[in-house]
């Protein structure tokens, strides 16, 4: 979707309404993708999975990280969903960190390595660097039961030469690891990083606005890469959504999970998602990364004129914001 059709989508929409009646303009747009296109493996909706980055004890100081910790398990609870948590080292890198992710695998989540320092694999960033810090991480993982041996690359950076993006893959393989990719990449940070902002100038600032831009946001990117994975793959893929460890996500992911549901999506464990046959594939892209979704499109050569690079970010989301005042 263009960034003006979203921001008409959005007004139309009236985000900022309690009422939400996104949902319905989006139930529409994926009933009329569901009848052309079929239907996920075995189900009668197009499947989905949270995995969730950067889990940390440090938020702001509008919400402690304890609150936000239950509030995003309990979501998460509600359902019976097991999701894959991304970790960084440095963020819980103390002993109230061991609280945090003790949590997250006493409810049966996947642990997974999200490298220790959060480098970003381009420029200066070499090979030999990126392996130690993703090896760093390691010890702050693999005590839990549920530890599980997926690494996801932070901003889904894989490698801006080939020599770097190769070796790294092989490291992977020799530690018996596989990418975490995701599939449905999105700003839910900005639009955190928005909303902080806004409670910085107004602690008694309505937040409900906030919540129904993500809402409309995710779902719209949701749209774009499930349509953008039928035509690639010529079939539906059990759909991996990233989300951060964010106060957003600690208030609204109740209400993500059900608008998702009313408009034609069923929530699936991170595991089960990861079985797809789609996660197994190395797209051979540089700079390599981005949704693996993107990454696969961009490899064919068919669909530029529907990929931006990169696939996600902040300078997409800014414009819509400003113009509804958020």
């Known amino acids: 979707m263009h960034r003006r059709s979203f921001l008409d989508f959005l007004r139309r929409s009236a985000v ?18 569901q009848s052309s296109s079929g239907t996920a493996q075995g189900s009668s909706h197009p499947q989905i999975a949270i995995t969730m980055d950067d889990p940390r004890v440090e938020l702001n100081r509008f919400i402690d990280w304890k609150e936000a910790n239950q509030q995003i398990l309990q979501a998460l609870n509600s359902r019976k969903l097991k999701a894959a948590l991304f970790v960084c080292g440095q963020r819980v890198d103390r002993p109230k ?90 700003s839910d940070w900005y639009v955190d990083d928005r909303m902080q902002q806004r409670l910085v100038q107004n602690p008694k600032a309505k937040l409900e606005p906030y919540r129904d831009y993500l809402i409309a946001h995710l ?83 068919k669909f530029n004129d529907r990929l931006r690079y990169p696939g996600e970010d902040d300078t997409y989301e800014k414009p819509n914001m400003d113009a509804l005042g958020l």
């Not at 303009?25 to 009329?32: D, K, T």
């Not at 949590?103 to 999200?114: E, K, M, S």
């Not at 999970?257 to 797209?283: C, H, N």
């Open 16 to 33: 900022v309404a309690a009422t939400a009646p996104w949902v319905s303009v989006a139930s529409m747009r994926l009933l009329a993708a």
């Open 97 to 186: 960190g061991e609280n945090l992710l003790g949590a997250w695998d006493d409810a049966g989540h996947l642990i997974c390595n999200h490298s220790y320092s959060h480098m970003m694999y381009v420029g200066k960033t070499t090979y030999d660097n990126f392996a130690a810090d993703f090896l760093r991480d390691e010890p702050f993982i693999a005590k839990y039961r549920n530890r599980t041996q997926l690494f996801r690359y932070p901003f889904l950076k894989e490698g801006d030469t080939a020599d770097k993006r190769d070796r790294f893959r092989a490291l992977l393989k020799e530690h018996g690891y596989r990418v975490g990719h995701v599939t449905i990449d999105g």
């Open 219 to 301: 779902l719209d990117r949701a749209s774009f890469y499930r349509q953008l994975a039928l035509d690639v793959l010529g079939r539906e893929v059990r759909h991996t959504v990233l989300v951060h460890y964010t106060m957003i996500n600690a208030l609204f992911l109740q209400d993500v999970m059900s608008a998702f549901e009313k408009s034609g999506w069923e929530w699936i464990d991170a595991d089960r998602a990861y079985e797809d046959p789609a996660f197994l594939k190395e797209p051979q892209t540089l700079p390599a990364g981005e949704s693996l979704i993107w990454a696969l499109a961009k490899e064919t050569g």
